[in-house]
C-alpha cells in the first residue's frame, strides 16, 4: 500500500549512498577475507577471528568514527590483540594494504540506479544523507556521476534519531511528504521512522553486519515500503 498522490506531488526523498547506489560493503568483506586468511590464526577459528574484529571495529568508531582510517587501525588492533608476536612493519604493511585496496576500487553503480535518480530528480527533491567521513563519502559521489542528480549533501557522523530531527528541522523538510530510502535498517530506516519521517527500506545482500537490526513497525501516519531493487522507486515516486 502507498500514500496517493506521491507519484505526482513533489517529495522530499533522503536517499543514502553505500549499498543503496553503489557496491560498497562487499569490498570490505573481501578485504576482511584476505585479511583473517593472512593472520592465519592457529587458535581461533574465522568466524571467533571476525567476531574479535566485530569488537575492534565497535570500539574504534566510538573513538574516531567512520571511513578507512578507522577499519585500517581496526584491522591492525585486532591482528596485535590476536598475534601472539609483536607486529612487524612488513605484516603492518600488509594490513594497510587490505584497507588500500579498497580505496582504489572504481564505484560500481547497482543496477538502474543512474537512470532512476535522475527520473525521480524530474519530479521531487532528492537529498544524499550519508555517514562516514566526509572527504571520502563526497568523493565517491564525485567518482560516481550522480552528483547532479542531489538538490543536497548532508554527510553525518552518526544516523540516529536525532541527526534526522536536526535535519528535518534545518532544512524545513515536511514529514508527511520526507522519505529516508536505504539498505540499512539500523541507520537508514528505523531512526528515520523514530523521527516522524517515511521510508524506503531496499535490503542489500551484503548489509554491513553492524547496520543488521529488525526493522520497526510505521508508526501510525508514518509509511515504510520495502523494495527489491532500486528501480522500483520509481512505481511509488
Not at 72 to 83: K, T, V
Not at 109 to 126: F, I, M, N, Q, S
Not at 210 to 220: C, G, I, K, M, Y
Amino acid at each position: 500500500m502507498n500514500f496517493p498522490l506521491t507519484r505526482t506531488l513533489p517529495q522530499t526523498l533522503l536517499i543514502d549512498a553505500d549499498d543503496t547506489l553503489w557496491e560498497n560493503n562487499v569490498y570490505f568483506e573481501r578485504a576482511i577475507a584476505g585479511f583473517i586468511s593472512y593472520l592465519d590464526h592457529k587458535v581461533h577459528t574465522p568466524a571467533e577471528v571476525r567476531e574479535h574484529l566485530n569488537h575492534c571495529e565497535h570500539r574504534t568508531i566510538a573513538a574516531r568514527g567512520y571511513g578507512l582510517v578507522s577499519f585500517r587501525q581496526s584491522l591492525a588492533d585486532c591482528f596485535a590483540e590476536l598475534s601472539s608476536e609483536t607486529v612487524t612493519g612488513e605484516q603492518r604493511a600488509q594490513i594497510d594494504r587490505f584497507a588500500d585496496i579498497i580505496h582504489e576500487h572504481d564505484i560500481e553503480l547497482l543496477p538502474t540506479v543512474g537512470d532512476t535518480l535522475a527520473e525521480l530528480a524530474r519530479r521531487h527533491r532528492l537529498v544524499l544523507v550519508t555517514k562516514g567521513d566526509s572527504a571520502e563519502q563526497t568523493g565517491k559521489l564525485k567518482r560516481s556521476g550522480l552528483e547532479r542528480h542531489f538538490a543536497g549533501v548532508e554527510v553525518l557522523p552518526e544516523k540516529h534519531p536525532e541527526a534526522y530531527l536536526e535535519l528535518t528541522e534545518r532544512h524545513l523538510f515536511e514529514r508527511e511528504r520526507t522519505w529516508m530510502i536505504g539498505n540499512s535498517p539500523r541507520s537508514d530506516i528505523n531512526p528515520a521512522l523514530s523521527a516522524g519521517l517515511h521510508a524506503v527500506f531496499i535490503p542489500h545482500e551484503f548489509t554491513w553486519v553492524l547496520e543488521h537490526e529488525t526493522v520497526q513497525v510505521a508508526p501510525a501516519g508514518q509509511q515504510l515500503l520495502q523494495l527489491s531493487r532500486f528501480g522500483d522507486l520509481l512505481d511509488h515516486f
